[in-house]
């Protein structure tokens, strides 16, 4: 077996914070998963408490993620668009199987968060309708015209072409 030099010793060091990051990377997409069922299923009660749970959660990733940053430029390290995976092959190999992952996961991460906006964002439209159609019904107004023939889209009491 080799030498363990401080050099080594502080890549295995990486290595395992790479590990930490991944396993918090997985926990927090686990997160986005069950945010995205409650959003489908409705169950608001279960998004509120979820979304602590992101905030705590992105919070611990940015440290990790910041940390990691701070010890390459502290190492000296030249990382730059796609150099991690070369430094991690000429640095510390056994954390590039992590590595990977992380971006698999961040990827991952970026999919959900963009289908769960999405997602938000037709129950919003929902219920924006959902809120006029009810408006309209508490001001009496049937369709497009109201009793004195005029137009009565608008919940505001005013005519379309009014100011």
Known sequence: MGKNTPATT???GFASRLHTERDALKAFVTLLETEQQALISGNTDQL???ADSKVLAAQELSKLATARSDELRASGAKIESGGMTAWLQANAANGLSAWNDILQLAEQAKQLNRTSGILIQTKLRY???A???LQNAAHGVTGLYGPDGQHSLSASGRT???V
């Open 10 to 12: 502080a890549t295995a």
């Open 48 to 50: 509120l408490e979820l």
């Open 127 to 129: 219920n924006q309708q």
């Open 131 to 133: 809120l006029m159609a």
């Open 160 to 162: 379309l072409g009014s």
